[in-house]
């Protein structure tokens, strides 16, 4: 039997109570149920359907079903204010752009919510004929070299709720470099995905726990434990710079000057916004100068390598690098 309200509740009270049930409904609401929940005459809740009615319009069905009568909220498509079929559309959009780097259980309830958002919209007879154009977009994003994220899934929730509550976390992580599993003691801030893989920035702790050594980019793929140790007040963690040219891999922000030669990597280069503070320039022979500011020194190194030959040269902090192939590029720099 429904949960009776007070019976002291006023027409107003019941007349709201009636409306959030009748909206949030799943199906029919049959009038001695609401009669009996809202502790009034069956004739009352008949007056409060009217009532709202009369000022929602013909949204209210009802009729007769083992000689009960019943009453059921219809759905228009117009009651949820700034959303329509190209807002779940985008959604859609996002959901396949986030799709390799979320778990099955995470793409199983937003595409849960799509459903339910588009259902409310649309109604059950139209979103038959909609499904296809919601689910099956015109964008698709092809990531090469995706990682399955679907292992670290509560590891990432894990994450998530330390970032939400401001928490110090231990973190188990296994670095690319050696075998060696190790604890680092971490204030994470954010995630962020970067060439088909997720990674966390945080501050990662000195001995005593209560000073931010450094902010460091762990990649999510390569820890193998996360948990919240405390809360993290007072401790402040410097945010590290999204218009950067990647993640925050060094404390020392450096200055690099990369020249191209004449060719189709210069067309390459000006058509694609690289870091916040780029600056590219001219060169007489049809070659440009790409310069910017980063502490993210080994991807721009990489990054370089990449183009071969059609790279000029490599100034970083004023100095050139002999050779951008090598992978002791630092020991040229001081």
């Known amino acids: 039997?429904?949960?009776?309200?007070?019976?002291?509740?006023?027409?107003?009270?019941?007349?709201?109570?009636?409306?959030?049930?009748?909206?949030?409904?799943?199906g029919r609401?049959?009038?001695s149920d609401l009669a009996e929940e809202l502790s009034c005459s069956r004739q009352t809740v008949a007056r409060l359907v009217s009532e709202i009615e009369a000022v929602m319009g013909n949204r209210i069905a009802s009729g007769i079903e083992n000689h009960r009568k019943w009453y059921e909220y219809r759905n228009s498509g117009r009651?949820?204010?700034?959303?329509?079929?190209?807002?779940?559309?985008?959604?859609?959009?996002?959901?396949?752009?986030?799709?390799?780097y979320i778990?099955?259980?995470?793409?199983?309830?937003?595409?849960?919510?799509?459903?339910?958002?588009?259902?409310?919209?649309l109604g059950e007879e139209r979103f038959d004929s909609e499904y296809r154009k919601?689910?099956?977009p015109d964008f698709r994003f092809f990531s090469k070299g995706r990682i399955d994220y679907e292992p670290f899934?509560?590891?990432i929730t894990e994450i998530e709720k330390g970032i939400r509550l401001n928490s110090v976390m231990d973190i188990t992580y296994k670095s690319q470099k050696s075998s060696t599993i190790r604890n680092i003691k971490?204030?994470?801030?954010?995630?962020v995905c970067q060439n088909s893989a997720l990674y966390v920035i945080g501050g990662s702790l000195k001995s005593d726990l209560s000073t931010v050594e450094k902010l460091r980019s762990l990649a999510?793929?390569?820890?193998?434990?996360?948990?919240?140790?405390?809360?993290?007040?007072?401790?402040?963690v410097p945010d590290a710079d999204l218009g950067d040219f990647g993640l925050p891999w060094h404390d020392r922000l450096r200055t690099f000057v990369i020249t191209f030669h004449p060719g189709s990597a210069v067309v390459y280069i000006r058509e694609r916004i690289w870091c916040r503070d780029q600056k590219i320039t001219d060169l007489p022979d049809g070659g440009i100068e790409l310069s910017f500011a980063t502490r993210s020194t080994p991807e721009v190194l990489s990054w370089c390598r990449g183009f071969g030959d059609a790279v000029a040269s490599v100034v970083i902090d004023g100095k050139q690098v002999a050779d951008i192939m090598k992978n002791d590029f630092l020991e040229h720099l001081s």
């Open 1 to 26: 039997m429904p949960k009776k309200i007070d019976e002291d509740a006023t027409t107003g009270n019941k007349l709201l109570r009636l409306l959030q049930k009748l909206m949030t409904a799943r």
């Open 29 to 31: 609401l049959y009038v």
């Open 79 to 100: 009651n949820i204010p700034g959303v329509g079929i190209e807002e779940v559309r985008i959604l859609s959009m996002c959901r396949d752009l986030a799709d390799p």
């Open 103 to 121: 778990s099955d259980a995470v793409r199983d309830r937003l595409d849960a919510i799509i459903m339910d958002i588009s259902v409310a919209l």
């Open 134 to 136: 919601i689910f099956e």
């Open 153 to 155: 899934a509560g590891i």
């Open 186 to 191: 971490l204030i994470p801030r954010r995630f």
């Open 220 to 236: 999510v793929h390569r820890i193998t434990g996360a948990e919240i140790l405390r809360p993290a007040a007072g401790i402040a």
